[in-house]
């Protein structure tokens, strides 16, 4: 399997810096092929500008017909078009990121914004002219993987948790992001606690994402509903059978009557920020579970 690893944190001695190490280490004793997109290391332009689409924006610059024209004649600049090619030559993403303020850092987030653009990764219509998306879109056939870290505890993501479940919380990454431009979405992998970590829990979650990115091919998604499957309207609304009486991100999930319910963890009392372990605990677990090895 070809898997493209995007990470997101500024420090590579951090936790997401040493467990990505142990990952694609993983990838590489599973016979995996793996290309490595470190967007802080590679000093990733986050903003969308008339730079990104070369000599043919006019006086005003309408970013969507820009970025859609670019791309069909090639003008996109080198950056992005390298970073297509790694999307095109994937058959899984893995996506890295500490939790901020209940969402990706703005670095991720401008990778999105400027990759992912119109006749790429979204706005591609099928044969009968229907536009493809939520299931069907641009990028259908991949799979995608968040691996994440908060500082906070699990409880709070809980089923009755003040910060609400943690796949709502990612709803606009794991829905929004994947599913609407085609990619099945994989649950989760979520590092709590992380600024408290011990040793021995650093070596359980190192542990835990081995086994996750084991399953990788084969993992079953998040069981979103499509968008052309039958159960949406003409617009865009599920059909009143469909999930009758609820409303919510959550109806848009189906499985075995159970839709949104999440997958129980979340982020806790460290509140919407994790800087991914910076603390002296968490260094002294880093060593403890990496040995000798330097970062």
């Known amino acids: 399997?070809?898997?493209l690893w995007i990470s997101a944190h500024p420090e590579q001695h951090s936790l997401n810096g040493h467990l990505m190490a142990d990952g694609l280490r993983a990838l590489e004793e599973l016979g995996h092929e793996h290309r490595v997109s470190d967007l802080y290391?590679?000093?990733?332009?986050?903003?969308?500008?008339?730079e990104d689409f070369g000599s043919g924006t006019g006086e005003r610059l309408f970013v969507g017909r820009e970025q859609e024209r670019?791309?069909?004649?090639?003008?996109?600049?080198?950056?992005?078009?390298?970073?297509q090619e790694k999307i095109a030559w994937a058959d899984a993403l893995v996506l890295q990121f500490p939790l901020w303020w209940f969402g990706p850092p703005a670095i991720l987030k401008g990778w999105f914004d400027r990759v992912l653009v119109q006749g790429f990764g979204f706005g591609v219509e099928g044969p009968d002219g229907r536009t493809l998306r939520y299931g069907d879109g641009g990028l259908a056939g991949k799979r995608a993987l968040v691996v994440t870290s908060v500082g906070a505890r699990a409880s709070g993501f809980g089923p009755r948790g003040i910060h609400g479940s943690m796949e709502e919380v990612l709803f606009p990454l794991l829905h929004g992001t994947f599913w609407y431009t085609g990619m099945a979405a994989l649950p989760p992998f979520v590092v709590y606690g992380a600024d408290r970590l011990t040793p021995t829990g650093y070596a359980r979650r190192a542990a835990e994402l081995r086994e996750r990115l084991r399953a990788l091919p084969t993992e079953r998604p998040l069981p979103f509903r499509h968008e052309n499957g039958g159960e949406y309207d003409a617009d865009l609304v599920l059909r009143p059978e469909i999930a009758p009486?609820?409303?919510g991100v959550g109806v848009h999930r189906a499985q075995d009557g159970q839709d949104g319910q999440g997958d129980g963890g979340g982020q806790g009392d460290g509140g919407g920020q994790d800087d991914g372990g910076g603390s002296r605990e968490f260094a002294d677990a880093c060593a403890a579970a990496q040995g000798s090895r330097t970062q």
Do not use: P
């Open 1 to 3: 399997m070809k898997i």
């Open 41 to 50: 290391a590679m000093g990733w332009k986050a903003v969308v500008d008339r």
């Open 70 to 83: 670019a791309y069909r004649e090639r003008e996109l600049s080198a950056d992005i078009r390298a970073e």
């Open 245 to 247: 009486g609820r409303t």
